[in-house]
C-alpha cells in the first residue's frame, strides 16, 4: 500500500526512539499528553541495538570464557573454546527482547508509533518519509517537539566503514568470529572496553591513541588501573600516534600507517580494524534551519535547563544535546522534557551524573575529582579503600583497585567518588544517592553495610576521609 | 500536614540524629522542615536554642559523660561540632551548588 | 617460657577477635583508649576463618565453574574439572590476607594484643588461660570490658560434629574433595548457601528441613525463587522432616533417618552430612556470673542502644548480643561500644540492618517487608521492577528475581527494599543509605542511575510505586 501525503497532528512528537526518545515518549503519555514518536531504524536506538547493551553482552561472554580458562589458582580446570557467532546470536536474543520491550511499552502507555525518517517543514510540522515497502510520506504537525537523533561513530580521513577492513563499533560487536590480529584506533571507553572484550576472545590487539594514555578524562591513577590490566591482557599500546592511512597487506590482512606529531610513522599489521575516535550528533540530517533551530559548531542543539532549544516548544534531549553523550543522561533529559510540556516544575537540577566503564576492573565515576572540587572553591578532603583490603573482592578474585571519595572538609557533604574496581559500575550508584541527598560523609559512613560486601569499601573510604577507617592506615 | 510518624521513628539523617544526642536534643520531638517533614540539622539546632532558653535540662538521651581518661583530654565531640550554618548550601563554594535532596529541590520549585 | 600468674591492667579490654572484638578494639585505640584484646584462637573470628569469608569464596569458585560448564547458549563450550583441595588452599590464601591483615591493624592501631581464653575473675578482672606452648595464664584488670565472644554451630541430638561423616558448616568449608552425595540438615541459610556451592561442584545434594519452606523469615515470593533455581541444580528438598538418627549404611556412606511431626520415617543415603541448624552464642565458657551479668535462657547477653550491659562498664556485642547474627551488626556494636566508652555521643540508632544471602540467585534485604511496614503503623506502598525488563540483568545473563521498594504511601519515605536476583548483596547498599537519610521514593527515582546497571532497577521500583515506572507497566 503507498501511503500518500496525509496530514496528522499531534501534541508531543518525540523524533528518534533512542533511550532519550522512547523514554520522553512514555512519560509524555503517561502525563496524558498526545505523543508520536517516529524512529527511522529500531526501538532502542543505538543504546539497545549497537551501543550499551551489545557491548555489554559481549564482555560477560568474552569475562566468562576468559576467567574460567585462567582460574587453575582456584582449582578449576578448564578450555573454554568461544563460538563468537554464537555469542552474537545470543546477544542478539537479549536485543531483541529489550527492543521488544520497548515497543511494547511505548503502546502499553498509549504511545502513538511512526516508522520513517522525519524533516522539519516549519515550526510546527515535520515530514516523516517511509522508507522501505509502503514508501510515500506523511506531514505531522505538533505542539512540541522533542529531538533526539542521537549520534553516529566518527569517522577519520582515509578509513571509510564503508571498506571491509575498517569497522565502527557497531560492526565490531557483530562478527562471525574473532579476528586474529584486532587493531583499535583510539582509546577512549568504546575503544578500551572493546579491545578489551577482544583481548579475551583471543585476539591480539594492538591500540593507537593520539593522546598518552588511555580514558583521557579520567584520571591518571584509575586509568593506569586499567591500562596495566589491559597490557597483562597483552593489548599493545602505542601512544601519541594517529592512524593515516592503511593498505591491503602481504598476508591477506591490511597493514596500518600511524603518525606522530613529529611525522614519525609506524606500520602495524592486522586483520580487522575498529576506528573508535568519538561520536557526533546526528543533526544535519534534520533540516534543523526549517525550525529555526541552528546547532553549534560541532553539530550539537543547545538546550537549557529545562531541555529546551532556542524554540521555546522544541526540546533536545540526548547526544544532540551534546555532552555527556550517555543513555541515562539521555532518559533523564527526556523525562524532563515530557514533565516540562506537561506543565510541572521539572528541571535538569541533579547534583551528579554517574558514568561507568566496563573495562577490567570497571569504572565508575559520579561528581567530582579532588582538584575539580577545589576548582569549584571547596575545601576538599579525600578518602581511599584499596579493594586488596576488602574481604569480599579477594573472595570475588578480583582485588584490583580502589573507592575514593571526594567531600568538602568543613561541611562533610560528599561531593565525587572515583572507584575502579569490581562493580564499579553498581557501587556507583551510593554515592550518587548519597550526593543528591546532600549526605555528609558521616551519614555514609554510618549507614551499616552488608558484609562480606563490594560496597563496604564505600563506607570505608567515607571512614578514611575522616581519619577512622578500621580496615585501612588513616592518613 | 503531618501525620505522626508510626512506631515512634524518626526520618533524619546519621549526622542530625548524632547532632541531635550530642546537643542533648530528644529527636523524636522535634518538627522536621524537609520534605515530608523530614529533620534537618537545622531543625535540631533551633530545637536546642529553644531548650535552652526554657531550662537547662537535657533530654534522658543525651550522651552520659564517662569516667574514662581518653589520650588526649578531650573528645572528639568538640572537635566535631560545626558551626552554626545551615546545612543546605555551602557558602564556600565559588559554585553556586545546593546541596538538598530531589525532593526538597522540587518543593522549592513549585 | 612459662609465664606465671602476672597481672596487667588495661582501660578496655576485649574480649574475642570476631568482627565485633577486633573492630571495637581499634577503634577503642583509635579513640586514645588503652585497649587489649583477647583472642583464643584465631584473628577475625568466625567470619574471617570459618564463615563469611570462606563460604563466600567458595561461592565464587563453584560459580565461575557451573557457568562456564553451562554456557553454550552464549557460545561458551567448556567442561570445567574442579580440584576442590586447590579450592580450599586457595581460599586459606584468602583467608590468611585478611586475618594477616587483622593482626598488622590492631598492632598498628595501637592494640595489645594476647593470645588465650578468658575467663571473668570478678566484675574487673579476668585471667587469660595461655593454651599450646607457653601455657600458664595471666590476669586482666580491666576498667571496660567488651565481650565479643561469637557463636557456635548447634548440634542437634544424635548428630555428633566429632563423628567423621558428620559436619558443620566450617568442616565443609574445608573438604579435600566433592563427596558424591551430601545430605544438608537445616534450609536456612547456611545450608541454603552451602547445598547450594556443592550442587554446583557436582554433589548429589538433599536438603531435609524441618519448616516447610528454605530460608524461614524470608517473604515467600523471595523464597521461591531461590528454591526454584536450587531444584533447577538438582537438589533434592524435603520439608516437614526433622533429622532423627544415622547409621552407617552398606555401601560405605551413611543412612540418614528423618521423621515428621507426625512420627513418619524416611531415609537417605549420603556420604557426607552437614548439620545446619542455627548457631548459639558462646557465653557459657566466660564465668559471667563472676562479672554480675545474667545470660537469657539461649545464652545471650541482653544490652541496650550502647551495647552496654546490665554492668555498665562491660559491654557485649556481635552473635552474643543476639539477633540478628551478623558480621556487619557485630562491628557496628563494636564501634558504638568503644566510641561510648570514649564518652562520645554514639548509639545503635540505625535504622535498618541490611542483610545478604549468598544463593543463586542472591537476596538482599533491609528494612521493613510491606506488612512489617503495616504492622509499624504506615501505611506502605509498594513498587517493583522484575530483573527480566533490566538490560543490564539480560546483558549478564542473570535476570531471574525483582527489586521490591517498600515505602510510606503519604509521606514517601522509604522503609525498607528486598532484592533477590544479580548482586542483590550489593544493590541494597543503596537502600540502606536511602532509608538512613530519610529518602523518599522520589529522591531514589530522580537520581540519576548510571545506563546499563543492574541498580537502575532500584530507581525503577522506586518509579513504580509512584506509579510512573518507564520499564514496566505501572499498576
Ligand atoms: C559501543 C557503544 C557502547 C556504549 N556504551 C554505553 C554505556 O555503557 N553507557 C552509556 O550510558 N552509554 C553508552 N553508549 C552511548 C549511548 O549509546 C548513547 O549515549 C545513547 O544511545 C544516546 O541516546 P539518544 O536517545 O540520544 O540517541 P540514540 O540512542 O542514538 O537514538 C537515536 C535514534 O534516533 C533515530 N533517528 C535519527 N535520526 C532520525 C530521524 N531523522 N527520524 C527518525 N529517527 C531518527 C536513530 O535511528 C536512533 O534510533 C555507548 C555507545 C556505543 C556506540
Ligand atoms: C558458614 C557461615 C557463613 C556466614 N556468612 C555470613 C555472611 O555472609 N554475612 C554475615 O554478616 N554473617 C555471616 N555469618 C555470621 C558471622 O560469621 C557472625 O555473625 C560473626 O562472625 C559474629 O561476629 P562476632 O565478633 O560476634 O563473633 P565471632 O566471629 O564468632 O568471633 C568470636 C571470637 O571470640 C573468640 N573467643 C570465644 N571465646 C573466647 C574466650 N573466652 N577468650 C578469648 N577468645 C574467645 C573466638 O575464638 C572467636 O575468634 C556466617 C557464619 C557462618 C558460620
Redesign the interface.
Known sequence: MVVGDIATGTDVLVVGAGPGGYVAAIRAAQKGLDTTLVEKDAYGGTCLNYGCIPSKALITGANLAHEAGHAEEMGIHADPAVDLSAMVDWKDGVVDQLTGGVEKLCKANGVNLVEGEARFADEHKVRVAHGGEGQGSESIEFEHCIVSTGSRPIQIPGFEFADDPIHDSRELLAMDSVPDRLLVVGAGYIGMELSTTYAKLGSDVTVVEMLDDVLPGYEDDVARIVRKRAEELGIDFHFGEGASEWQNGPDGGVVVTTETEDGEESTYPADEVLVAVGRQPVTDTLDLDAAGIETTEQGFIDTDDRARTEQDHIFAVGDVAGEPMLAHTASKEGIVAAEVIAGEPAALDYQAIPAAVFTDPEIGTVGMTESEAEEAGFEPTVGQMPFRASGRALTTNHAEGFVRIVADEPSGFVLGAQIVGPEASELIAEIALAIEMGATLEDVASTIHTHPTLAEAVMEAAENAMGQAIHTLNR | D??ET??G???????V??LA??LGVDIASVDGS??????TEGDVRTAAEADESDTAETAD???E??S?????GE???SKRT?DGET??T?E????D???????T??VA??
Open positions: 503531618e501525620a508510626p512506631s521513628r524518626v526520618f533524619a539523617p546519621p549526622n540524629r548524632r544526642r550530642e524537609g520534605p515530608s517533614g523530614r529533620i538521651d543525651a550522651p559523660p564517662r574514662v581518661s581518653v589520650g588526649d573528645s572528639s565531640v560545626t546545612a543546605t555551602v564556600s563554594a565559588a559554585r551548588r545546593t546541596l538538598a535532596a530531589p525532593a529541590r522540587r520549585e513549585e
